[in-house]
């Protein structure tokens, strides 16, 4: 069993899309039952809202939903979970000094460290932009969810 939880900032976009489209992955691929997974965010501004509607909607056109409720990281994560995946490098760094050893440091990875397109770079934080931001969000987040049951399966 491999525990993983993705992280942003709210913990309404970027991490409740990566955690619904790993769990769709695992499914089609019939490996449910080789991981936990959860999302998390350090702002904790959205405690207990559900993913942003605009995510939401953009998800269910590619017939994805994304059920998660926001909520902020907690130290328990950092023990609990055997990879943090974050989305950004402000992210990066919160998680990071949340750590207490090396081998805590150890578990905190950029999401997208493996992307051939653009190793190590950001999800870009599509809150702010229009509808086209979160169609991008979608494809960099799917893509990057391939890649990463590919290497853990
Ligand atoms: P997320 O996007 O980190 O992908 O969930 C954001 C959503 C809300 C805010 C920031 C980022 N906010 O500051 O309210």
């Known amino acids: 069993m491999q525990k993983i939880v993705f992280v942003c900032l709210g913990n309404i976009c970027r991490s409740p899309l990566a955690e619904a489209l790993f769990q769709n992955e ?3 691929r019939g490996m449910t039952h080789l991981f ?3 999302s998390c965010g350090t702002n904790g501004l959205h405690n207990g809202e559900r993913a942003d509607a605009r995510t939401r909607k953009n998800a269910i056109a590619h017939g994805i939903e994304v059920p998660s409720i926001s909520r902020k ?3 328990n994560d950092i023990q609990h979970f055997d990879l943090l995946l974050t989305m950004d490098d402000e992210v990066q760094s919160k998680v990071l000094n949340l750590c ?3 081998e805590e440091k150890q578990k905190v990875v950029l999401f997208r460290e493996f992307d051939p397109k653009s190793p190590g770079s ?3 934080d599509p809150w702010y932009g229009g509808d086209e931001g979160f169609e991008n969000v979608f494809q ?3 893509e990057n969810t391939e890649i990463w049951v590919n290497r853990l399966c």
Do not use: C, Q
């Open 36 to 38: 936990e997974l959860d």
């Open 100 to 102: 207490k050893t090396e």
């Open 122 to 124: 950001e999800v870009p």
């Open 140 to 142: 960099i987040v799917k």
């Open 26 to 28: 695992i499914e089609k």
């Open 73 to 75: 990281i907690t130290a």
